[in-house]
């Protein structure tokens, strides 16, 4: 038996059992046992949390490193910081923006080698599924990433180059054969074409001339497609950032027929509404894009009934200029949001107003991104024998989102200005803290690959 070296106690820890009093025993980085309030044994360090909440580390399953090759978007140590400071504890990277691209073993090598000894916490990999790589598929898995992403859309990037139906026929078997998920940017290009076109000439600095040029048809059609190749190849299939409520309905009854299909959706799109959107604010943009009012709402129905399984930021920065805020100018700029520091005060503001939980937060932010992406036994939960990943924040504080407080690499954020509820105070990533009241104490953050 190893001495337990370390105590996190508080009056609000969020275990399986609910939440209430409890000592959380650390033992050489993992939870070695749960215990009553009062149990701190001999020599073992005290963190008390108080009233604040004591829950698991955040996992975050979509968000764009960009490193190698891109570092001058965001790379592993300021993403990272950002994710430590937001209670984050383990981060999933996209295989696209970087370069090379995570489609080939040799990519993934590059990543780790680029992560290498600048984590200030957990971080895992995706790999990626371009037309012609079906021969590295099993190479990637092997070399452990924890899944794979694919397009069927232009991804914005010349070295990810989107998928066909065809491509798919041929990649989704050796998925399936492998077990392996493969998650999906569900938009086709068909209905986003015919509508770029009917846009020709409308204001380029008008929020609705975006939204009218990405219709929900392309989602929905995308969807349609990943439903029938899931059933037809038995790979297991996950929507990305899903945005259009009209596609609800066929993924309520997918999961209904006990298809393997999942999906995720992103706090922009559960936060913001369209109407409420002024010209000019490229900020906004992202692919597929914030919708109305409505569609919000009933995108938090499907996240209340589990019809969309978890909430994940979809971080995707790049340079400022690439905003072209100064212009205004929604149809060339960046699609992408910048919020891994923020996704648990931004799900905490609505979340609360609209009388969910902290169980159920804990559910959309730790336990089912963790099952995503196979670190369900060691993330996600504060239990026995798993990781001491635990952030403590206090639900009852509010601050104003600031862009100097935000630590990634870029601080441009449709977020800055909005006052949200929820402080994060300190992030532990397997027993050590990485973050408390605005001070970093990294890098201690690992790699991670997948678990065999
Ligand atoms: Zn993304």
Known sequence: MHPIELVIRGGRVVTEHGIGPASVHITRSYISSISIYEDVPDGAELIEAFDSIVMPGLVDTHVHVNEPGRTEWEGFETATRAAAAGGVTTIVDMPLNSI??????????????AARDKLHVDVAFWG???????AELAKLWDGGVVGFK?????????EFSNVTE???REAMPELARLGALLIVHAEVPGPVETCCQSVTGSPSRSYQTFLDSRPREAENEAIALMIRL????????????HSSADALSMLRDAKKSALPITAETCPHYLHFAAEDIADGATEFKCCPPIRERKNRESLWDALKDGTIDFVVSDHSPCPPDMK???QGNFVNAWGGISSLQLRLPIMWTDASA???TIEDLTKWLCREPALQVGLHNLKGAIRDGYDADIVIWNPDGEFKVEPRALHHRHKLSPYNGEVLRGVVEKTFVRGQMVYDDGEFFGPSGRIVLRQR
């Open 324 to 326: 072209l805020r100064e």
């Open 100 to 113: 090379p691209a995570t489609t080939t073993l040799a990519g993934l090598k590059a990543k780790l080698e």
């Open 230 to 241: 899931c059933r037809e190849t038995g790979c297991r299939v996950h929507i990305v950032h």
């Open 166 to 168: 065809n491509d798919l």
């Open 354 to 356: 609209r009388g969910c």
């Open 128 to 134: 990626g599924v371009v037309p012609g790589n079906t």
């Open 150 to 158: 694919c397009f069927l859309i232009h991804s914005g990037v010349e």
